[in-house]
DNA sequence: AACCGCACCTGGACGC
DNA sequence: TGCGTCCAGGTGCGGT
């Protein structure tokens, strides 16, 4: 579900109200929920408690929660439906609550991990001299990071044999980006998914970056996309960019640019939306 | 080494 | 009402 801004939404929440807390008691609920901690749902408790956790950090959409005087973090992917709440401790249980985390003090909150799909999940892992939890090492950093390296992005691109939305959702050469996200920056950049990256031009790279920050700089600006409540912040609470999406989700609808009918195609067992005037498909393909 | 396709889940919307 | 089908914002793994 949540691409990088609807994480980082998440992020903020975490920071402002869970970061500097000391960890008292964990429950997992679903062992799914602790898949990637490999020994288990009991260690993942017991090696928490105690801990404070420091700030909350993020590369594209994995999140993690340090924890301070060790070398580890929780780390968090919310997968296609998961949420992490801030939630008063005597609040109903939700439905697809999966981990619960309570704390030493006394503000009466608890963090709750829930996911319907359990696609999503908690886990600790060591963390590198640079902060970084070690099985994440392989994920590149994302678009609004500082440290984001435009040119590097570009050769990678030009190196690869695939077509840009493939490039724009691997995860290894830019993070963050999502089926969403993706489909919002081609069609601002007037380019089709299906366009091979082996001929792309420093300017052409450097529009579409530009499109991809644009477009995830104004949805964090709402709180980021939610269609339902499955997507929401700490606080439960929906983000508005929906209502400005321009591409995904609009099949049928008249694309704003041009007023030509907005397609969807099925496209690696989901959907791509494009239009077919602004967003031609290259020869090879169409 | 890269690249592709699929498995991993639950549930809502829709058609019959 | 119920059943089947399709769809959903992601990732990692195995096979080629």
Redo the contacts with the bound molecule.
């Keep these: 579900?949540?691409?990088l801004p609807?994480v980082e939404v998440v992020r903020r929440g975490l920071e402002r109200w869970v970061s500097g807390r000391i960890v008292a008691d964990t429950s997992v609920l679903h062992p799914?929920a602790v898949r990637r901690h490999i020994a288990g749902g009991e260690d993942f408790g017991a090696r928490l408690k105690g801990h404070r956790i420091g700030l909350a950090q993020r590369r594209?959409?994995?999140l993690w929660l340090p924890l301070a005087d060790s070398a580890t973090a929780v780390l968090a992917?919310?997968?296609?439906?998961g949420q992490l709440l801030v939630q008063p401790q005597d609040a109903t249980d939700e439905?697809?609550l999966r981990i619960r985390v309570r704390f030493e003090d006394a503000l009466g909150t608890e963090l709750r991990f829930v996911d319907?799909?359990?696609?999503g999940g908690l886990s600790l892992h060591e963390t590198s001299p640079d902060g970084l939890p070690d099985?994440?090492a392989?994920?590149a950093r994302d678009p609004l990071d500082p440290l984001f390296d435009d040119d590097a992005f570009h050769e990678a691109l030009r190196?690869?044999?695939?077509?840009v939305k493939?490039a724009l959702?691997?995860?290894s050469l830019i993070?963050?980006?999502?089926?969403?996200y993706a489909d919002e920056a081609l069609w601002r950049a007037r380019l089709h998914y299906e366009r091979p990256t082996t001929g792309f031009t420093r300017p052409r790279t450097a529009e579409l970056l530009g499109h991809v920050r644009d477009v995830m700089n104004a949805a964090l600006a709402v709180g980021?996309?939610?269609?339902?409540s499955?997507?929401v912040n700490v606080n439960g609470e929906s983000?508005y960019f929906?209502r400005s999406l321009d591409a995904?989700g609009r099949e049928g609808e008249p694309c704003r640019r041009c007023g030509t009918v907005m397609r969807?195609r099925?496209w690696?067992?989901?959907?791509s939306y494009f239009c077919p005037r602004c967003q031609r498909p290259p020869r090879a393909v169409s």
């Design positions: 579900m949540p691409e609807e799914r594209g959409k994995y992917h919310l997968g296609m439906s439905k697809h319907q799909r359990t696609f099985v994440i392989h994920i190196r690869r044999r695939t077509t493939r959702l691997d995860q993070s963050g980006v999502g089926n969403i980021g996309t939610s269609f339902d499955l997507y983000g929906d995904y969807r099925p690696m067992n989901r959907s």
